[in-house]
């Protein structure tokens, strides 16, 4: 070991934790999301070109409580994902850095993507 006083490396249990912070994992956690995501929409797109038989599996899975839940999820992380992207293109332009901006700018893409979903849902899936 070194006897230099230099501080070492923080890692993320020694910061305060925010709302931007957790948005900002949660931002990655749905880029992941809606990569997998993407493998059930090209199942889906794939078995359409099949017909009815190979289409039937995808549509009793998605006729459950928890098929309607992934999808649900999968539509929130969508809008999450996008409102959340434009969150760091307004900091990537160097705008939106004082504190309310901040919180406002993430609870908008918090609270926006879910309101996105719901509207998504109510007009196109539960109709």
């Known amino acids: ?3 230099n006083p230099r501080p070492l490396s923080p890692y993320m249990f020694i910061y305060k934790w ?3 912070m957790v948005m900002s994992i949660v931002h990655r956690v749905t880029g992941i999301g809606l990569a997998i995501g993407t493998l059930v929409v090209a ?7 099949e017909g009815d038989t190979a289409l039937a599996p995808f549509y009793a899975l998605f006729a ?3 098929g309607q839940f992934v999808a649900f999820c ?3 992380a969508l809008f999450h994902h996008m409102l959340s992207g434009v969150r760091h293109f307004v900091w990537d332009s160097g705008f939106g850095f004082s504190r ?3 919180f406002g700018l ?3 893409a918090l609270i926006g993507g879910f309101l ?3 509207i998504v849902f109510v007009l196109f899936v539960w109709m």
């Not at 199942?43 to 070109?49: D, I, K, P, S």
């Open 64 to 66: 459950t409580w928890f």
């Open 18 to 20: 925010e709302i931007t």
């Open 1 to 3: 070991m070194s006897d």
């Open 74 to 76: 999968f539509v929130w």
């Open 116 to 118: 996105a979903a719901l």
């Open 43 to 49: 199942w889906w797109l794939a078995a359409a070109v």
């Open 100 to 102: 309310e901006m901040r």
């Open 106 to 108: 993430t609870w908008v």
